[in-house]
């Protein structure tokens, strides 16, 4: 099977995000998708502080995260986002 390499214009549109994605002010953010078109952005150190005090406790889930109130955003995705 081959796949078809991406256009000029897939290339440009990829190449944009890309320069955006990179200019993110902020070291906290982090992000998760569970394979739909939806990332969800997420407060990285209150989730490192938390497992770090409740070890047992894994915060993997979105209700996980929707309990410690975590979640800083969504960004929809003109596509879906695997899971792998």
């Known amino acids: 099977m081959s796949v078809k390499e991406l256009s000029n214009e897939e290339r440009q549109w990829v190449a944009e995000l890309q320069a955006i994605i990179n200019k993110c002010p902020s070291d ?3 992000a998760y998708a569970i394979g ?40 929809t995705m003109p596509f879906y986002v695997r899971c792998i």
């Open 28 to 30: 906290r953010l982090a």
């Open 36 to 75: 739909d078109n939806i990332v969800t952005l997420y407060d990285r150190p209150t989730v490192q502080a938390y497992q770090q005090q409740y070890p047992e406790e894994a915060v993997h889930t979105v209700q996980a995260h929707r309990k410690l109130g975590t979640v800083l955003g969504y960004i």
